[in-house]
């Protein structure tokens, strides 16, 4: 009897997870590549990569029926404010057709379980650490500012990537003023980072040429005040933002920063 049962069980696990596998492939893979992408073709995708939501979906929602209720969820009634994937990749892709009416609910459950046990592959994974390991190893060798450390947060690339966000829940006032901070904070810092760049550039061709190191100093000390200069942007920029957002909203963007 027990092993008509666990035959049985078995019997059904199988069907069930190739009925969710085909579902998924029905209603998901014109859009979402079930397959692991290459990093070059992650710009060219029509939508993100099913590895890429599930990455996603898991690192803002650690419970299952948290994250099956909102797949479920967000499948009927997509909206930008409810995205787990940042703002600006929201922008760049838009948002999902509601799939409301073309998929049961019954069935949007059997896909929420499907994805949930089959996404991210952990080559994907891997994958995606690398890429954004090598994103602040390039941010670091091109950034213009004298610390660069996590404790000192960039705040207008946090906001941009939560902008939309109905969890930071900025309102039309803030976003308003937030923008007239970022964007002038972006000419100041863009003008002086295309003359560090420039100044860099200058003092490793110096040393390359063996010129004396008088010659040399008079460059680093210039390049020490631009990349001093562009330090106090950023911190009036933090400062600045800091008046805006409230003490919610800063614990949502920096929930390790004691402000």
Not at 93 to 121: C, N, Q, R, W
Not at 242 to 250: A, F, S, T, V
Request: a negative charge; hydrophobic letters at 40%.
């Amino acid at each position: 009897m027990k092993k008509t049962l666990a035959l049985v069980t078995l019997t059904s696990s199988i069907l069930f997870g190739a009925s969710a596998a085909e579902l998924t492939q029905k209603h998901c893979a014109s859009c979402h590549m079930l397959t692991t992408p290459k990093p070059e073709m992650i710009p060219e995708l029509k939508a993100p990569a099913m590895d890429a939501v599930m990455f996603h979906i898991g690192l803002d929602m650690q419970d299952k029926k948290t994250m099956k209720d909102f797949i479920v969820d967000y499948v009927q009634n997509p909206d930008a404010s409810k995205s787990v994937c940042e703002s600006n990749k929201v922008q760049n892709f838009g948002v999902m057709p509601s799939l409301k009416g073309t998929v049961s609910v019954k069935e949007l459950e059997a896909i929420a379980d499907y994805v949930m046990a089959t996404f991210p592959s952990k080559t994907f994974v891997s994958m995606i650490t690398e890429i954004q390991r090598n994103d602040k190893v390039n941010g670091l060798l091109n950034s213009p500012f004298l610390i660069n450390r996590e404790e000192l947060p960039h705040l207008t690339k946090l906001l941009v990537m939560n902008w939309d966000k109905k969890s930071l829940g900025l309102s039309e006032d803030q976003k308003n003023k937030l923008l007239v901070v970022r964007n002038e904070t972006l000419k100041a810092v863009g003008d002086i980072k295309e003359k560090v760049t420039a100044l860099e550039d200058e003092i490793i061709e110096l040393s390359v040429d063996d010129e004396p190191l008088e010659t040399i100093a008079v460059k680093v000390d210039a390049l020490a005040k631009l990349k001093a200069e562009a330090t106090k942007i950023q911190l009036k920029c933090l400062k600045e933002s800091l008046k805006i957002l409230n003490d919610k909203q800063m614990e949502l963007l920096l929930p390790f920063w004691d402000a």
